[in-house]
């Protein structure tokens, strides 16, 4: 049933009317070729020329996109060293400017001791001026009570007695 | 013609036919049917996947266009490997067609089912089942070289068959000949002994034992494509470089 063997023979005893076998080279040669030339042509057409320019176009596009990057990239780093500088500078700035500023407020602070201290000495020595010439105006004061007193003291005894 | 033994009747599926042909008759000359039918079938397969995968060409390929693209960039590589990054691009469509119909030619005539479609004589198998499909691709292979070679060196290319030295002249000459005839013989050769084999498996024992070894024959179908097509390309590349 499966078995239909059909076996060759390479004998060409009866190939007279016609050709035949494995080794039969006929018109279907040239054909063939022409035929493979214009199935060439066609799929140069519409396979390697638009698949080719798609894969050219996307490599540019690749490289240039990877070119743009690698240029960004580059300018991100130059910025971000350029900020770091610039950053390092002002901090640098701002402690010199914070410096500065104490050691101004210390100067302000002690200069305005300094005077505090000296118009609290003299303050103190204006009064204790005052204090020692209304010590001295009531000594003068005392000893004139004192000499109209003995005065009058002597006046009355004085007077008592004469 | 060819004494054919029937042991048994024949099945339908069963049968081993070698050399028998469907013969067309146009204008006088005798053409093989069958191997226009299959080639037409491979032509439509390739022309309509090419057709289908460059509908709509993408920056971000998909579906068939990446496959295509795939393939492309195969034949691409192949013919840069073998012709040189500068020459090889005129050369892509010729190399790759050859690879792509070879290709195709051998996987159609492996997995297609084409016994089940009936012609009045022959059967239908690949186009590359044929001597006259292999000879002709090995003689547009001969031509194209000679094209190349001329195109790049000019009347120069004579030189290559004096050298190294004109003692290697007659082997030099004897090598056009034996490429192309090398190139058809293998495919030729290669293909028919695989369809034969696996048709006589399949006669023997129907079920699962031959499909090692129509795996196999896809391998080879595949390296056979390759073979060709690097050969095609190896011949084109070393006719314009010269020795």
Known sequence: MWMGLTLLAVESVEAAEEAGGLFDLNATLPLMAIQFLILMAVLNAILYKPLGNAIDE???????AKSGASERLAKAEKLAAEYEKSLADTRKEARNVIEAAQADAQQTAAQKQAEAQQEAASKREAVQKELDEQKAAALGQLEQQVDSLSDQILGKLLGSAA | MLN??????????AKLEVGEHYYWKIGGLNIHGQVFITSWFV??????VAFLATRKVERVPSGL??????ALDFIR?????????????????FVGT????????????????WKLFHIPSGELTAPTNDINTTVALALLTSLAYFYAGFRKRGLGY?????????????????????KPLSLSFRLFGNILAD??????????VPLFIPLPLMVLGLFTSAIQALIFATLAAAYIGEAMEGH
Not at chain 2, 98 to 113: E, H, M, Q
Not at chain 2, 159 to 173: A, D, G, M, S, V
């Open chain 2, 4 to 13: 054919t033994l029937h042991f048994f009747n024949a099945s339908l599926l």
């Open chain 2, 98 to 113: 050859l690879f792509l119909f070879i290709f195709v030619s051998n996987w159609a005539g492996a997995l297609v089912p």
């Open chain 2, 77 to 93: 590589d192949l013919a840069k490997d073998q012709i040189g990054e500068k020459e090889y691009r005129p050369w892509v469509p």
């Open chain 2, 65 to 70: 266009q990446n496959l295509m693209e795939y």
């Open chain 2, 158 to 178: 004579f030189k290559r068959y004096i050298e190294p030295t004109p003692i290697l002249l007659p082997i030099n000459i004897l090598e056009d000949f034996t």
């Open chain 2, 43 to 48: 032509a439509a397969a390739l022309i309509g």
């Open chain 1, 58 to 64: 996307r490599d540019a596009y690749i490289r240039g």
């Open chain 2, 195 to 204: 369809e034969l084999a696996v048709g006589v498996l399949v006669l023997l």
